[in-house]
């Protein structure tokens, strides 16, 4: 993540704005943040927009047809893996009601994909 863009997603958040009714992205837009992050509102390193970008390439077939591909090249980012799952903290802002909302999204993420979530209590930034 470079520097401009965590000043700009801090100052979102330090801001206090309320959002009612807006999706992210939307939020993203209207703080003009969403074309630095990749499909509107996921923030990637330059290694990764890199991956991304190739494995696109790879993925599109002859006929225009995109053929099924893995996530992520585990050979050439085995660092990535999340073995104890994707870690998640809520601000001390957060509604119960939303918390709540996010932990029954996450089990059926769970359930219907290969990713694991983690709830990380201690909001201790992990970066990958």
Same mark, same amino acid.
């Given at each position: 993540?470079?520097?401009?863009?965590?000043?700009?997603?801090?100052?979102?958040?330090?801001?206090?704005?309320?959002?009612?009714?807006?999706?992210?992205?939307?939020?993203?837009?209207?703080?003009?943040?969403?074309?630095?992050?990749?499909?509107?509102?996921?923030?990637?390193? &330059?290694?990764? $927009?890199? @991956?991304?970008? +190739?494995?696109?390439? =790879?993925?599109?077939?002859?006929?225009?047809?995109?053929?099924?591909?893995?996530?992520?090249?585990?050979?050439?980012?085995?660092?990535?893996?999340?073995?104890?799952?994707?870690?998640?903290?809520?601000?001390?802002?957060?509604?119960?009601?939303?918390?709540?909302?996010? &932990?029954?999204? $996450?089990? @059926?993420?769970? +359930?219907?994909?290969? =990713?694991?979530?983690?709830?990380?209590?201690?909001?201790?930034?992990?970066?990958?």
């Amino acid at each position: 993540m470079t520097p401009i863009l965590l000043a700009i997603l801090l100052s979102v958040l330090v801001n206090g704005e309320t959002h009612s009714g807006l999706s992210v992205i939307e939020v993203n837009k209207k703080h003009n943040v969403h074309h630095l992050l990749y499909q509107g509102d996921i923030v990637v390193s &330059r290694e990764h $927009a890199e @991956q991304i970008a +190739s494995g696109r390439k =790879i993925a599109d077939g002859v006929d225009g047809r995109r053929s099924k591909r893995q996530a992520m090249n585990w050979n050439a980012w085995p660092s990535v893996l999340w073995v104890e799952g994707v870690s998640y903290y809520f601000d001390s802002s957060i509604p119960e009601q939303t918390k709540n909302a996010f &932990r029954d999204a $996450a089990k @059926q993420w769970e +359930s219907h994909t290969c =990713i694991n979530f983690t709830e990380n209590s201690s909001g201790e930034v992990y970066h990958i």
